[in-house]
């Protein structure tokens, strides 16, 4: 099993940026897959970002592609979700979440879930 916590969210101008980071708890932390979703008010959640046990490789989604960058550092057991040219778009709770099957962007398919931060971006 694996702890999950979120940190790093704020307020932020369009234009700016953010570093997410998703601390984790356990040992077996690089058997992981994980991801970072968000949700926005009224919205479903929705995939954001993902990246292999080994962490070299990722996906991501469209809105995000070229201003959202993954990654994680197994030996301090923490994933990171570096942000830029932030958009209003962008506001949302974002959750990192960790998968013990195989790389997907299917949100029901992560087995732990952190409590999530929330980003905003003004205009």
């Known amino acids: 099993q694996v702890q999950l916590v979120e940190s790093g969210g704020g307020l932020v101008q369009a234009g700016g940026s953010l570093r997410l980071s998703c601390a984790a708890s356990g040992r077996t932390f690089s058997s992981y897959v994980v991801g970072w979703f968000r949700q926005a008010p009224g919205k479903e959640r929705e995939f954001v970002a993902a990246?292999?046990?080994?962490?070299?490789?990722?996906a991501y989604a469209e809105s995000v592609q070229g201003r959202l960058t993954i990654s994680r550092d197994n030996a301090k057991t923490t994933v990171y979700l570096q942000m830029n040219s932030l958009k209003p778009e962008d506001t949302a709770v974002y959750y990192c979440a960790a998968d013990t099957g195989g790389f997907t962007r299917i949100s029901r398919a992560y087995d732990y879930w952190g409590q999530g931060t929330q980003v905003t971006v003004s205009s």
């Open positions: 990246i292999n046990k080994g962490g070299d490789y990722t």
